[in-house]
């Protein structure tokens, strides 16, 4: 037993969103990022949250064990994981050797021996590639684009199943160069096999509202469905296929979703 311990924003016992199949989500707490769209504001603070064990969120997850299939299993979300890579890698380490598939959703902003470390534990990532412009990502992100590339590149050598995630905001991403720019993107490495766009909601305001803060994106609308499947058409067929649409899943899925709205990390 390990004497690392993690801090952690929340938990999501039966998540259909984030990652293949149904999957236990631990939602690290920390984030050096100010991303303008962040949902999830209460998770930034590195000192708050509580501490975990690896084996004790294991011990939760596996409590679900029958739901998640042949597909599912546990997904490490946030907040940004990479900021605890140890305590991340034993967990996923522990997670594998109990059977269960290992997910990471990222915004790929480190990439360090601890890293290294977690990725070699994991069977998919989901990158979150907010802008394909290095203008946007600094004034809306606060790093550079060149380091979720950079890691994208990694993964690549790696040959790690890869999603690449983007939460579509109109008059920032939502025109068709800009997607087009994003599957090119993908394109370009042969680790992506699917590409996600989500609607930007604004549902967190009551967070920021809580916190005394104000939301940045508080003036952007969301996109409409009609914009949203206009460029969803622009993914090709060999990256957009939904691996929640197999029969089995589907009817998981709808016994067991509650209104939760996929929103980004
Ligand atoms: S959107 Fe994700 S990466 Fe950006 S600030 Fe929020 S938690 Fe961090």
Same mark, same amino acid.
């Given at each position: 037993?390990?004497? !690392?311990?993690?801090?952690? $924003?929340?938990?999501?016992? *039966? ?23 962040? $949902? ?21 997850? !596996? ?21 605890? =890579? ?7 380490? *522990? ?8 997910? !990471? &959703?990222?915004?790929?902003? =480190? @990439?360090? &021996? ?49 999603? !690449? ?16 720019q994003l599957i090119r993107i993908a ?31 508080? /003036?952007?609308?969301?996109? &409409? ?12 067929? /060999?990256?957009?296929? &939904? ?9 998981? /899925?709808?016994? @067991? ?9």
């Amino acid at each position: 037993m390990s004497n !690392l311990t993690g801090r952690f $924003h929340s938990f999501q016992s *039966l998540g259909t969103l984030d990652g293949p199949g149904v999957r236990f989500v631990a939602f690290a707490q920390g984030c050096p990022l100010r991303c303008g769209c962040c $949902h999830n504001p209460d998770t930034w603070d590195m000192a708050g949250g509580k501490e975990w064990t690896a084996e004790d969120i294991l011990k939760k997850a !596996l409590r679900f064990r029958e739901y998640f299939g042949e597909e599912g299993g546990i997904t490490l979300s946030g907040g940004e994981p990479l900021m605890q =890579a140890a305590f991340a890698a034993e967990l996923f380490r *522990l997670s594998r050797e109990a059977g269960l598939n290992t997910c !990471l &959703d990222t915004s790929g902003c =480190a @990439l360090n &021996d601890g890293v290294e470390e977690l990725l070699a534990v994991t069977d998919r990532v989901l990158l979150d590639i907010k802008y394909v412009t290095e203008e946007k990502y600094r004034a809306h992100v606060g790093c550079s684009l060149a380091a979720p590339l950079r890691f994208l590149a990694r993964l690549n050598e790696m040959g790690l199943p890869t999603t !690449l995630r983007q939460v579509t905001m109109p008059g920032l991403n939502d025109d068709e160069e800009s997607v087009r720019q994003l599957i090119r993107i993908a394109e370009a490495h042969p680790c992506v096999d699917k590409v996600e766009l989500l609607p930007f909601r604004k549902v967190c305001q009551v967070k920021y509202d809580d916190m005394g803060l104000s939301f940045p994106f508080a /003036h952007i609308p969301s996109p &409409d469905s009609a914009s949203m499947e206009k460029l969803r058409g622009l993914i090709p067929a /060999h990256l957009g296929e &939904d691996k929640s649409s197999r029969p089995k899943e589907r009817a998981v /899925h709808s016994e @067991l979703s509650s209104g939760k709205v996929k929103t980004g990390c």
